[in-house]
C-alpha cells in the first residue's frame, strides 16, 4: 500500500456521508443466517429469512438500537446458536430451508449447497468451539489462536466461498474494525484509483483509510455502499447486502 493511494482516495472518502452503527441482531444465530445468506442475494429475501427463523423460534426484541442490545445480549433472554443448529440437525438443511426459512437459495447458482446447510455447517463450527453467544465471539475476536482454528473451521464449510462472508459475519457480530471487500467496496477504489484492486488490499486501503478520516472501517465501508451510483441504485433497489450489518432502510441489524 503506498501513500499516494491513501492520498487519491482520501478526497473521495471525507464526500461520503458517514453514519454510525444504528442497529444491531441481538442473537448470534441471526448473525450467521445473515452472513450466509446475503451474498449473493437482495438484502430483502436475507432479512425475511432471519425474522422467519426469529418467529418460529420466538426470538425476543431480536433487532435492537445497539444502546439497547444489551437488553437481550448476555442475557437469559439471549438464544445460544446450538438451538439453530439443534433444529437443523433435527429436521435437516431441505425442512429448514423450505419449513422455517422460506429461503432455498444456493451458495453458487451452480452446484452450490443450499445456504440452510452452510449456515448450520457455520453453526457447527462455531458452536464446536464454545461459541454460543454474541459476547463469546467477541471474545473470540481478542484470542488470535481461537481465531485462526475457528476460521479455518468455517472457511472448510462446504459453500463457504471466500473472505468477504466471514469479515462481514464479524462485522455482524459488532467489529467495526472489519470491512467487506465485495464488488460496491472493490468497484469504489478500483474507480477512484483507476486499477484493479483484490480484497487483501482493499483490506488494508479502506482500514487505513478510516484511520486518516476520523471513522470506523465500518462506517466508512457502509458509507462507499450508501454512495453507490444512481443506476446501480435502482438496478439494486431490494439491496444485495448490509455492510456490516446496515441495509440502507430497515429491517437489517443497524440502520
Same mark, same amino acid.
Given at each position: /500500500? $503506498? ?47 432471519? $425474522? ?35 433444529? *437443523? ?15 432455498? *437459495? ?49 472457511? #472448510?464449510?462446504? *459453500? ?10 464479524? /462485522? ?10 465485495? #464488488? ?7 474507480? $477512484? ?10 483490506? +488494508? ?22 454512495? +453507490?451510483?444512481?443506476?446501480? #441504485? ?22
Amino acid at each position: /500500500m $503506498h501513500e499516494a493511494d491513501l492520498d487519491a482516495l482520501t478526497g473521495p472518502a471525507r464526500s461520503l456521508q458517514v453514519v454510525a452503527r444504528e442497529r444491531r441482531w441481538t442473537h448470534l444465530s441471526l448473525c450467521v443466517l445473515d452472513a450466509v445468506f446475503s451474498i449473493g442475494a437482495h438484502y430483502s429475501g436475507v432479512t425475511r429469512a432471519c $425474522h422467519a427463523y426469529a418467529d418460529h423460534t420466538a426470538l425476543p426484541d431480536r433487532l435492537l438500537p445497539v444502546g439497547r442490545a444489551r437488553e437481550v445480549v448476555g442475557t437469559g433472554l439471549e438464544q445460544p446458536l446450538d438451538v439453530l443448529l439443534d433444529l *437443523g440437525e433435527r429436521i435437516g438443511p431441505d425442512r429448514l430451508a423450505a419449513e422455517v426459512l422460506a429461503h432455498r *437459495g444456493r451458495t453458487s447458482p451452480r452446484g452450490g449447497v443450499l445456504k440452510a446447510k452452510a449456515a448450520l455447517g457455520y453453526a457447527r463450527v462455531l458452536t464446536g468451539h464454545g461459541v454460543l453467544r454474541l459476547d463469546d465471539a467477541t471474545a473470540l475476536l481478542t484470542d488470535d489462536k481461537q481465531f485462526e482454528l475457528v476460521r479455518d473451521g468455517l472457511a #472448510r464449510v462446504p *459453500g463457504h466461498g471466500g473472505g468477504a462472508r466471514l469479515s462481514y459475519l464479524w /462485522m455482524l457480530i459488532g467489529d467495526d474494525r472489519r470491512v467487506k471487500p465485495d #464488488r460496491m467496496v472493490l468497484g469504489w477504489l478500483t474507480h $477512484h484509483l483507476s486499477r484493479p484492486v483484490d480484497a487483501e488490499q482493499a483490506y +488494508r486501503l479502506l482500514v487505513a483509510l478510516a484511520d486518516r478520516v476520523g471513522c470506523t472501517p465500518w462506517e466508512l465501508d457502509h458509507a462507499i455502499w450508501r454512495h +453507490r451510483p444512481t443506476a446501480a #441504485r435502482s438496478r439494486r433497489k431490494a439491496a444485495c447486502r448490509d455492510d456490516a450489518g446496515s441495509p440502507p432502510t430497515p429491517p437489517g441489524t443497524a440502520g
